[in-house]
Structures are given as C-alpha cells and as structure tokens.
T-cell receptor, first 117, second 117 residues
Framework: NAGVTQTPKFRVLKTGQSMTLLCAQD?????MYWYRQDPGMGLRLIHY???????AKGEVPDGYNVSRLKKQNFLLGLESAAPSQTSVYFC????????????????FGSGTRLTVV | AQSVAQPEDQVNVAEGNPLTVKCTYS??????LFWYVQYPNRGLQFLLK??????LVKGSYGFEAEFNKSQTSFHLKKPSALVSDSALYFC???????????????FGKGTKLSVIP
C-alpha cells in the first residue's frame, strides 16, 4: 500500500551515540515533516522540507539535523543522543497546497520509538 | 501565529452514548481544520477536515465535526460511541494564508477517549 514508511521501528541508544531515522514516501509528496510525540506535549515539529534539497527548522530543532537528498526520502539525524531525546518520532508528508484547499492533510508513518539511556 | 487547544486530556463515555471531543483554535486569518486519530502504537490517521462550505463536516467511522467561526471551535462528535473508538484524538489547524509555500499544521496536545462497555 502507498504511504509513509519509517525505519527503524524501535531503537535503544546510549547517551552520546548517533543514529539516523529514515522516512520514505511513495506518494510523490512535495512536503515532508518530522515530529516528536511526548506525553502531555502533543506533536511538536522538529524540521520540515518543502522540496528536494531544502529543509527548515520547526519548533524544536536543537540536537537534530535533517537531509532531503531525494524527493521521496527525509532523514532525521541525532549526532549525539541525549536522554531528553527519548520520544516517539513520526514522519509525515503532504502534497503541495496550491491555494485551493484541496490538500487532504498529512499522511503519517507508524513511528519510531527511541529510548536514550 | 496559529494555535490549537484541546481543553480535556481525557473523555470517558459509555458505549452507545453520544461523544464530543472539544477543540478551539486561533489563527490570524481563515482556518483549515483537521481531526486525526491515533490508536495505540500506531501513527496518526486522518478523520475529517474543514476547508470551506458547510459547517458540519462528516468523516470516517461515523464521526462528524462542526465548525463554529464565532466561537472559534471545531468539536468532534459521534452520535453513538463504540468501544473501538477508544483512542487518542488530535485536532489540528492551519491558517489559510500561512504563506512561504509550506503547509504546516499545528496540533493540539490530544484528548484520550475511553469508551466504557
């Protein structure tokens, strides 16, 4: 089925280790997003991309980097993991909104549960 | 700036009774409004949206939501709750004129719905 695929689904890191979360979508969406979900905090935007080769900071970008070398992929990197980055990470994508409200919102991946010890 | 408030962390309702999950929003212009549902250990799934037109919007699984511009609200409703409706519900908003070619949704903190048999 078409959609957004996130890998890995689970990961345990030690403080200071690095890792990359991969998000892949096969819907030819222009926009992609990385969110983190924490209890009582809802979803917070980390970084987003409006097209291949472009990225921008969201609400909570510190400690993360992203890259969008191909339109279908959006990578989230943690260079030096910290316990505060223990969270569930969601990737989402959406098509370009050309101003007529035809956008149907985001399509989400199933999430990556990351624990930093 | 745009924001969403979901005033209830949890809503409990008996199976067969009507349910309401509340959402209020703030945007500088006109809103696009969305409801998403998250089942345990899953990503968020689109339920319904308001873009323009009829204030009563019908969505998936028998849910509907009413857009009230004067009260800046977009409450989610269902006439008869099912145990299988138990999940985490997120309201989201975007200002129609957010500009910059991006399409960023702002999410509420979520409301946990528990339907009691």
């Amino acid at each position: 089925n078409a959609g957004v695929t996130q890998t890995p689904k689970f990961r345990v890191l030690k403080t200071g280790q690095s890792m990359t979360l991969l998000c892949a979508q096969d819907m030819n969406h222009e926009y992609m997003y990385w969110y983190r979900q924490d209890p009582g905090m809802g979803l917070r935007l980390i970084h987003y991309s409006v097209g291949e080769g472009t990225t921008a900071k969201g609400e909570v970008p510190d400690g993360y980097n992203v890259s969008r070398l191909k339109k279908q992929n959006f990578l989230l990197g943690l260079e030096s993991a910290a316990p505060s980055q223990t969270s569930v990470y969601f990737c989402a994508s959406s098509s370009q909104d050309r101003g007529y409200g035809q956008n149907y919102g985001y399509t989400f991946g199933s999430g990556t549960r990351l624990t930093v010890v | 700036a745009q924001s969403v408030a979901q005033p209830e962390d949890q809503v409990n309702v008996a199976e067969g009774n009507p349910l309401t999950v509340k959402c209020t929003y703030s945007v500088s212009g006109n809103p696009y409004l969305f409801w998403y549902v998250q089942y345990p250990n899953r990503g968020l799934q689109f339920l319904l949206k308001y873009i323009t037109g009829d204030n009563l919007v019908k969505g998936s699984y028998g849910f509907e939501a009413e857009f009230n511009k004067s009260q800046t609200s977009f409450h989610l409703k269902k006439p008869s709750a099912l145990v299988s409706d138990s999940a985490l519900y997120f309201c989201a908003v975007r200002d129609v004129y957010s500009g910059a070619g991006s399409y960023q949704l702002t999410f509420g903190k979520g409301t946990k719905l528990s339907v009691i048999p």
